[in-house]
């Protein structure tokens, strides 16, 4: 049984958003329904409804997330919404040469849903941009086995 999953895009310049697609692509490729969002305009509400979310997100600054995922954290943050009936995963983009805010933007989502209830499956996916490795061919090939390992045995998600 294939399981939904809701993309949540968190970019600067499109990085992110084509590592969705292509994480799209190989989920619906996989027999899985996927849909993205970016995060623009996105407040605390998108995780009412519950269910399976994969933030996808760059870092910037001192290790911020990109401008248009502020608004859905500055929301989490000040609502603080019980998401216990949110399952999520993460792709976080970053450069290791940033060496203290390594792919922050990602590990700021991931510190602030747990906070909130959330429950993450599986380790976060972090990817440096210098690696010589593209993020969408890394995350394409990462997602279905991490949906197969840890949520297809959820009865209640398919
Ligand atoms: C101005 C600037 C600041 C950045 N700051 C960080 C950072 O603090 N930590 C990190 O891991 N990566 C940092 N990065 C790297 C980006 O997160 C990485 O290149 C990512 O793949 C960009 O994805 P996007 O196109 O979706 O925004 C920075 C990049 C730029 C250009």
Redesign the pocket.
């Known amino acids: 049984m294939g399981v939904s999953i809701t993309i949540l895009v968190g970019?600067?310049?499109?990085?992110?958003?084509m590592v969705a697609q292509e994480v799209e692509q190989a989920l619906e490729n996989a027999g899985h329904q996927a849909t993205i969002e970016m995060m623009d305009n996105l407040d605390a509400s998108v995780f009412q409804r519950g269910g399976v979310f994969l933030i996808c997100t760059?870092?910037?600054?001192?290790?911020d997330v990109?401008d248009n995922a502020q608004k859905l954290f500055a929301s989490l943050e000040t609502d603080a919404p019980n998401l216990s009936s949110v399952i999520y995963g993460v792709i976080a983009?970053?450069?290791r040469t940033?060496k203290e805010?390594?792919?922050?933007g990602g590990k700021r989502f991931d510190a602030l849903l747990t906070k909130l209830g959330a429950r993450r499956a599986g380790d976060v996916l972090l990817h440096d941009?210098s690696s010589g490795t593209l993020?969408e061919e890394v995350a394409a090939e990462w997602v279905v086995p991490w949906v197969e390992q840890h949520l297809q045995t959820s009865s209640e998600l398919a």
């Open positions: 970019t600067m310049t499109g990085t992110a958003e760059s870092t910037y600054g001192q290790g990109p983009l970053g450069d940033y805010t390594y792919c922050d941009a993020p």
